[in-house]
C-alpha cells in the first residue's frame, strides 16, 4: 500500500487528506443528524403538556431551548407567546434559518471535497504524462521503468481521486437529504406549536373580561413598541 502511495507521487498527499476529512465529516454529521436528537419523538408532548397545565415556565424554556435543535425553536416560540401570530411566526422562522445552518454545518466542505477529489486526481494524471513525455524526450525510450513511472503516477493518482470523491458525493448528498428532511419535521411541529398558542390564547381571551383583554392587548403593543424603539439602538 505504502509503495502505490509513493508510485503515485505527492499529490498523493492532498488527496489523502481529502479522504481523512470527508470521513470524519460523514461520521460526525451521521452522529449529531440522528432523527431522534434533532426532532425527539415526545417532545411537542411533553411542551404542550406544559403550557395546557399551564406549568410553563422560564425553567422549562431554558431547559427546551438546549435539548435539541427542535426545543431551540420551540422554546423560541414559547417565549413570544404572548404576541400576536405574525410575530410569533417570525421569530419562529428566525430560529429556524440559525437550526439549518447549523444542521448544515460542514455540508459545503464535504461537498467541495467530493468536486475538488477528482481535479487533484486529473492534475496528477497530467503530471504523470509530463514525466512519461519527459523521459522520451531525454532518451528513456528504451527504459521502461522512467516510462512506467509517470502512467503510473498518472493512473494512481486518477483512481485515488475518484476513489474519495465517490463516496465522499454519496455522503454529500444523503447528509443533504436528511437535513432537509429534517427540516420538514421542525417545519411542521413548529407550525402546530403556533397555531396551537393561538387557539388556547384566543380561547383564554373568551373567557376573560373586555377591560382585562384591552388591559393585556395594551401590555402587548407597548412591549412591541419597546422592542422596535430598541433594536435600532442596539444595531448602531
Not at 493512473?155 to 437535513?179: D, E, N, Q, S, W
Request: charged residues 15%; glycine residues 10%.
Amino acid at each position: 500500500m505504502l509503495e502505490i502511495v509513493i508510485a503515485g507521487g505527492w499529490l498523493m498527499l492532498p488527496i489523502i487528506l481529502c479522504s481523512v476529512v470527508a470521513v470524519a465529516i460523514i461520521l460526525e454529521r451521521l452522529w449529531t443528524l440522528k432523527p431522534g436528537r434533532v426532532v425527539p419523538r415526545d417532545l411537542s408532548r411533553q411542551v404542550w403538556e406544559w403550557v395546557s397545565s399551564n406549568q410553563l415556565n422560564h425553567q422549562h424554556i431554558q431547559e427546551l431551548r438546549i435539548s435539541s435543535p427542535l426545543g431551540q425553536i420551540l422554546a423560541t416560540g414559547l417565549a413570544n407567546r404572548q404576541h400576536d401570530r405574525a410575530t410569533m411566526k417570525e421569530v419562529v422562522e428566525d430560529a429556524g434559518r440559525h437550526v439549518v445552518h447549523e444542521l448544515e454545518r460542514y455540508l459545503n466542505t464535504l461537498g467541495t471535497i467530493a468536486a475538488v477529489s477528482p481535479l487533484l486526481g486529473l492534475l496528477g494524471t497530467v503530471t504523470g504524462m509530463i514525466r512519461t513525455f519527459s523521459a522520451l524526450t531525454s532518451g528513456g525510450a528504451g527504459d521502461p521503468a522512467a516510462l512506467a513511472g509517470g502512467i503510473s503516477e498518472a493512473l494512481i493518482t486518477t483512481a485515488a481521486g475518484l476513489m474519495v470523491a465517490i463516496p465522499a458525493l454519496i455522503g454529500y448528498r444523503y447528509l443533504r437529504g436528511r437535513v432537509d428532511g429534517l427540516v420538514v419535521e421542525m417545519e411542521k411541529e413548529a407550525i402546530a406549536l403556533v397555531e396551537a398558542l393561538q387557539r388556547k390564547q384566543y380561547i383564554d381571551n373568551l373567557g376573560r373580561s373586555p377591560s382585562e383583554t384591552a388591559a393585556q392587548n395594551a401590555a402587548q403593543n407597548a412591549g412591541q413598541i419597546a422592542t422596535k424603539s430598541v433594536a435600532p439602538a442596539g444595531s448602531r
